[in-house]
């Protein structure tokens, strides 16, 4: 070898190094993921949620459950009490704040309490103390909200509720606290939404055929519960783009959710899918909160990496994040409500694997971790029960029955649905159900005509007008039609066609015999 060979080859090897040590030159290491961002847009949407359930509350709780109700709650304590054989075990079993107060009163001012607390955190102010006392005062209006407040998302509010107070700090209520976000309780929110959607997708797969065979979508749109003014346009969309949309159904229920516990580009891919999802499935028709709802357990799965693009400029957490501390007891507290969840997820994950599985179900008295589902059987026709009154002296013959306009279920072929949602007329929704069922399986519905025979303005307020604004009818009946949406561009206008298939109620008048014997059998004292 060459003297001068040695030389230049120890100075290239130099220069190498010197490459390979110049830090611009290198490979930035990738940065680990912080959810400062995450926390806040999770609390927003929260607060959102509760203060729309909690205005919900506020305007339908004292005639759902008032004393003068259609399931007066001053009727229903006591029968708890009853079976579980005393006023404490009727409170471990069903815990709510009404057991101290049950008065209309309470029924008032607690829900309007619980949307001031709501209003707070969407201004940006939460804490430990706030949450817990949202996720109190709304469970306990769902344990006493009877058939009311028996849907799935009621429970899963509470979830998400109750996970959301180990998300903030205990007594700091700003923004941006210098306690960074518990990295657990983020885990604990994808779980969620892992359940959620696995859950919703292996009912459907259970149920139906309908999924399975693609057609799910070909129904959906005119048989769910409270159609929106998009609803026909899906409805009579070509059946190939339908059965696309089962696909989709499926690819954020069933794949996706996989990968809410992956890398970064993998969570975030599969977090946008599912929030599109959910807010496509919002378009389409009224479900209340629910879709709202359950994307916030979503929103877990993006960092302040993705937010950092689309949050405004003044949403700074810079200073935060420099000034930051660690919290023992925070972090402690995160790891206690791990090991809760993780104790309490087997049975709710033992019936994901069950044959007959459930759709909606808690299995603690706290509703901390629920089994959750939806539409795992969808109806091939809407049936809708219409109330009907007339003045006439006999119920009998050629007589002129006038409807009674729910606030959102299609009564009048002639209207377009409205958009309500996430706003929940209750009565609406358990009209959609009693529809599939007889006046028997839902007795409050003989409270419901017993009141508006006599003009009762709790009854009336589920209804959109009066239709015997000076006197009461004289006989009250409801009657079952099946609803079709009418084809676009008809000769009418018409938005629903409809056809008489059977009285769901006989008529019934004020001075009917039968009144005393149906008033006593369920204690309503309102004659």
């Given at each position: 070898?060459?003297?001068?060979?040695?030389?230049?080859?120890?100075?290239?090897?130099?220069?190498?190094?010197?490459?390979?040590?110049?830090?611009?030159?290198?490979?930035?290491?990738?940065?680990?993921?912080?959810?400062?961002?995450?926390?806040?847009?999770?609390?927003?949407?929260?607060?959102?949620?509760?203060?729309?359930?909690?205005?919900?509350?506020?305007?339908?709780?004292?005639?759902?459950?008032?004393?003068?109700?259609?399931?007066?709650?001053?009727?229903?304590?006591?029968?708890?009490?009853?079976?579980?054989?005393?006023?404490?075990?009727?409170?471990?079993?069903?815990?709510?704040?009404?057991?101290?107060?049950?008065?209309?009163?309470?029924?008032?001012?607690?829900?309007?309490?619980?949307?001031?607390?709501?209003?707070?955190?969407?201004?940006?102010?939460?804490?430990?103390?706030?949450?817990?006392?949202?996720?109190?005062?709304?469970m306990s209006i769902v344990h006493v909200g009877q058939d009311w407040y028996s849907f799935g998302w009621e429970t899963q509010l509470l979830e998400t509720g109750f996970l959301a107070i180990f998300l903030v700090t205990l007594l700091d209520p700003r923004p941006f606290p210098r306690v960074a976000p518990p990295i657990v309780v983020i885990w604990?929110?994808?779980?969620?939404?892992?359940?959620?959607?696995?859950?919703?997708?292996?009912?459907?797969?259970?149920?139906?055929?309908?999924?399975?065979?693609?057609?799910?979508?070909?129904?959906?749109?005119?048989?769910?519960?409270?159609?929106?003014?998009?609803?026909?346009?899906?409805?009579?969309?070509?059946?190939?783009?339908?059965?696309?949309?089962?696909?989709?159904?499926?690819?954020?229920?069933?794949?996706?959710?996989?990968?809410?516990?992956?890398?970064?580009?993998?969570?975030?891919?599969?977090?946008?899918?599912?929030?599109?999802?959910?807010?496509?499935?919002?378009?389409?028709?009224?479900?209340?909160?629910?879709?709202?709802?359950?994307?916030?357990?979503?929103?877990?799965?993006?960092?302040?990496?993705?937010?950092?693009?689309?949050?405004?400029?003044?949403?700074?957490?810079?200073?935060?994040?420099?000034?930051?501390?660690?919290?023992?007891?925070?972090?402690?507290?995160?790891?206690?409500?791990?090991?809760?969840?993780?104790?309490?997820?087997?049975?709710?994950?033992?019936?994901?694997?069950?044959?007959?599985?459930?759709?909606?179900?808690?299995?603690?008295?706290?509703?901390?971790?629920?089994?959750?589902?939806?539409?795992?059987?969808?109806?091939?026709?809407?049936?809708?029960?219409?109330?009907?009154?007339?003045?006439?002296?006999?119920?009998?013959?050629?007589?002129?029955?006038?409807?009674?306009?729910?606030?959102?279920?299609?009564?009048?072929?002639?209207?377009?649905?409205?958009?309500?949602?996430?706003?929940?007329?209750?009565?609406?929704?358990?009209?959609?159900?009693?529809?599939?069922?007889?006046?028997?399986?839902?007795?409050?519905?003989?409270?419901?005509?017993?009141?508006?025979?006599?003009?009762?303005?709790?009854?009336?307020?589920?209804?959109?007008?009066?239709?015997?604004?000076?006197?009461?009818?004289?006989?009250?009946?409801?009657?079952?039609?099946?609803?079709?949406?009418?084809?676009?561009?008809?000769?009418?206008?018409?938005?629903?066609?409809?056809?008489?298939?059977?009285?769901?109620?006989?008529?019934?008048?004020?001075?009917?015999?039968?009144?005393?014997?149906?008033?006593?059998?369920?204690?309503?004292?309102?004659?």
């Amino acid at each position: 070898m060459l003297p001068g060979t040695v030389c230049n080859s120890a100075r290239f090897a130099d220069n190498l190094l010197s490459v390979e040590a110049e830090p611009s030159l290198q490979k930035p290491a990738r940065s680990k993921p912080t959810y400062w961002l995450t926390r806040f847009v999770i609390l927003r949407l929260l607060g959102i949620v509760y203060a729309v359930a909690f205005l919900v509350a506020a305007q339908q709780l004292l005639p759902l459950i008032g004393s003068h109700g259609l399931l007066p709650l001053d009727h229903f304590l006591p029968r708890v009490q009853a079976y579980y054989g005393s006023p404490w075990d009727g409170f471990r079993n069903v815990p709510s704040l009404f057991w101290l107060n049950g008065s209309d009163t309470m029924l008032l001012v607690l829900p309007w309490i619980g949307f001031a607390l709501a209003c707070v955190v969407i201004a940006g102010f939460a804490n430990s103390i706030v949450m817990i006392l949202l996720w109190a005062l709304y469970m306990s209006i769902v344990h006493v909200g009877q058939d009311w407040y028996s849907f799935g998302w009621e429970t899963q509010l509470l979830e998400t509720g109750f996970l959301a107070i180990f998300l903030v700090t205990l007594l700091d209520p700003r923004p941006f606290p210098r306690v960074a976000p518990p990295i657990v309780v983020i885990w604990l929110f994808r779980w969620l939404i892992f359940r959620i959607m696995i859950g919703s997708a292996l009912i459907k797969l259970r149920g139906d055929p309908c999924w399975r065979e693609l057609t799910a979508l070909f129904y959906y749109f005119e048989t769910q519960p409270i159609p929106n003014p998009l609803s026909r346009w899906f409805h009579f969309l070509p059946h190939p783009l339908l059965q696309a949309g089962v696909l989709w159904n499926f690819l954020a229920e069933l794949i996706a959710p996989w990968f809410v516990f992956w890398p970064r580009i993998a969570r975030h891919i599969a977090g946008s899918i599912v929030i599109l999802f959910l807010v496509s499935i919002a378009v389409s028709g009224n479900l209340s909160f629910l879709n709202w709802l359950t994307i916030i357990p979503a929103l877990a799965c993006f960092d302040d990496s993705f937010w950092s693009r689309l949050t405004p400029k003044f949403l700074k957490t810079g200073k935060a994040v420099q000034n930051q501390r660690k919290s023992i007891a925070a972090q402690a507290a995160a790891i206690g409500l791990a090991c809760l969840v993780a104790w309490l997820s087997w049975e709710p994950v033992r019936n994901l694997f069950s044959p007959h599985q459930s759709m909606n179900r808690s299995f603690d008295p706290l509703d901390l971790v629920n089994t959750y589902g939806a539409f795992g059987t969808i109806g091939r026709e809407r049936l809708n029960v219409v109330f009907q009154g007339t003045d006439s002296d006999s119920a009998i013959g050629a007589v002129e029955w006038k409807d009674y306009l729910y606030q959102a279920l299609p009564v009048d072929v002639q209207e377009m649905p409205v958009q309500v949602a996430p706003y929940q007329p209750h009565l609406d929704w358990q009209m959609w159900f009693a529809a599939m069922g007889t006046y028997n399986q839902y007795p409050w519905t003989l409270h419901l005509v017993w009141k508006l025979l006599h003009n009762d303005p709790v009854a009336l307020s589920f209804f959109r007008s009066n239709p015997f604004p000076d006197h009461p009818p004289r006989y009250i009946r409801a009657v079952l039609y099946k609803y079709s949406f009418a084809a676009p561009g008809n000769a009418d206008g018409a938005w629903w066609t409809r056809e008489f298939q059977d009285n769901w109620l006989p008529p019934l008048s004020a001075d009917d015999p039968h009144w005393d014997s149906i008033l006593d059998a369920f204690g309503w004292t309102d004659r």
